[in-house]
Every structure is written in C-alpha cells, then in structure tokens.
C-alpha cells in the first residue's frame, strides 16, 4: 500500500521549535520531489517547502525562509521539516506530498498549534 504518514506535530509555545517526519511506506521516494504544505483553518493549503530527489533544489514560501529546514534520507524514505521560532500564524494541519509516477500522494496531515 501506497502511503506517506506524518508524525511530530503537537502544541509548541511563540518561540518554540517542532520537527516534523514524514514517512513513505510502499515506494521508494528518492527519485521524487517531496513536499510539505500546510492548511490553516478557513485558508487554502499552501505550499510551504520543497525538495529534490537528491536534495539538489530546495525552496520554501517567504513566511517561513530563515525559519523553517526541510531535508530528507532516502534511505529511511522519510522526508522531514524543521520548524524554528514557531509564531502562532504557522498553526496549521501540516501535510506531506509527493508524486508517484504521476500522481499526487498525500499524508493524513499533522496538528501544528502555536499558542501560549
């Protein structure tokens, strides 16, 4: 079976830092670009960061340059995000993606809540 499972989400206060994982079970994701979106309540999901199959290209969305570290190791087919100096607007579902031979696989998403 065909599936991407994100884990690390929780509550963190302004300030804090989580780290989130994302594992793909029934492909091998090294040749793929991997991403990481997120979904505020009543906002469309938006594209938060990017990477390679060989970590060549990465991008991120301006809210989160100079905060945010995605990375992955193929071998454990797990891709993951480091979140630093969390605000409250960073909370959000938290979902991982990526293609497999054309189509879209999507995680069930992880909680990220930012609130003192």
């Known amino acids: 079976q065909v599936q991407l499972v994100e884990s690390g989400g929780g509550l963190v206060q302004p300030g804090g830092s989580l780290r989130l994982s994302c594992r793909a079970s029934g492909w091998f994701i090294g040749a793929s670009g991997m991403n990481w979106y997120r979904q505020a309540p009543g906002k469309e999901r938006e594209l938060v960061a990017s990477?390679?199959?060989?970590?060549?290209?990465?991008d991120y969305a301006d809210s989160v340059k100079g905060r945010f570290t995605i990375s992955r190791d193929n071998p454990k087919s797990t891709v993951y995000l480091q979140m630093n100096n969390l605000k409250p607007e960073d909370t959000a579902v938290y979902y991982c993606?990526?293609?497999?031979?054309?189509?879209?696989?999507w995680g069930q998403g992880t909680q990220v809540t930012v609130s003192s």
């Open positions: 993606n990526g293609k497999r031979l054309g189509v879209d696989v």
């Open positions: 990477i390679s199959g060989g970590s060549q290209y990465i």
